[in-house]
């Protein structure tokens, strides 16, 4: 892949392969990634970005404070952080599952869009 066909900033090229399956632009949507996904794949993704997640905020800071005026190629670093962030609650916390049994289940859930 060469740099104009990046999905993200230059700097963070090699997080490109995580971009269509995890940079998503919605809270629901990164839910039920979260849910869908098997505890392993959380692990491989927050592995991977939360190696790089300083460094993703201090490029993130430079630019508007506003998702929507971002260039597409940071709008996915962002969503990919958003959903980075999605993913540690299972991992950071030792659960065995992405999601903890006997809870109000994901369908109930009234989501804002912005």
């Known amino acids: 892949m060469s740099q104009f066909e990046s999905k993200l900033p230059i700097d963070f090229s090699e997080l490109n392969p995580f971009v269509s399956d ?7 949507a ?8 098997s505890i392993q ?18 490029y993130l800071n430079q630019l508007p404070n506003d998702p929507d005026a971002l260039p597409i190629d940071a709008k996915n670093l962002y969503d990919l952080a958003l959903m980075a962030m999605e993913a540690a609650a299972p991992i ?3 659960w065995s599952s992405p999601d903890i049994e006997d809870v109000f289940p ?3 859930f009234k989501f804002n869009s912005y």
């Open 106 to 108: 994901l369908q109930r």
């Open 30 to 37: 990164r839910a039920a990634k979260r849910i869908d996904s």
């Open 92 to 94: 950071d916390l030792g």
């Open 41 to 58: 794949e959380l692990r491989n993704f927050h592995m991977a970005v939360f190696t790089r997640f300083d460094e993703i905020v201090k």
């Open 22 to 28: 995890w940079s998503l632009p919605s809270e629901q």
